[in-house]
């Protein structure tokens, strides 16, 4: 019963969105060619199945903390990997590139101590939570590794492939 607002909230704003965006690029749009379904498919495989699913799947297994932080992690990944597509480009002797790094170290830097730091219990609760090598938590590890890292190259793919289907972008952002 309360989620049917919401629903129906949604579906209003998509049905006006929708609505907005056919009449105003009826005559501008590309046909829909098998390279943009390709695309389409392979944005919402990374995104739904990889990216959601498997970070959803990895909480059974760990705490939401440290998920937490390692979904931090997702523009760091991101941009590691755009310099490996060289799709960004690191000039070590400019100042752009010098705080490129700096932010790259100061994130990994944070995520790296909030793993490691052991502080004082706040809450009793909070000592069932802690981080142990079983196999449950090896397993929601590999989960939230492979999702971020998903997360990260549909990060890169929605880059290059704006540029060639803009309308298809737009039609997606409903």
């Not at 009793?124 to 190259?153: C, E, N, Q, R």
């Amino acid at each position: 019963m309360g989620e049917f607002p919401i629903v129906f909230k949604h579906f209003l704003s998509f049905s006006q969105l929708l609505y907005c965006c056919v009449n105003d690029y009826r005559n501008k749009r590309p046909p829909i060619t098998f390279k943009i379904l390709c695309y389409a498919f392979f944005m919402g495989l990374l995104q739904v199945t990889l990216c959601q699913m498997l970070l959803t799947m990895a909480l059974q297994y760990i705490s939401s903390t440290y998920e937490s932080i390692a979904l931090n992690m997702v523009p760091t990944i991101t941009f590691v990997l755009a310099l490996i597509f060289h799709q960004e480009k690191l000039r070590f002797r400019s100042i752009n590139g010098q705080a490129k790094i700096w932010g790259l170290g100061i994130s990994l830097g944070g995520a790296l101590a909030l793993v490691l730091w052991k502080g004082p219990v706040v809450v009793k609760a909070m000592l069932s939570i802690s981080f142990d090598a079983t196999g449950d938590s090896v397993l929601g590890w590999i989960l939230t590794i492979v999702g971020v890292i998903a997360t990260s190259f549909w990060n890169i793919l929605v880059v290059t492939s704006k540029s060639l289907f803009i309308f298809f972008f737009l039609f997606l952002e409903i």
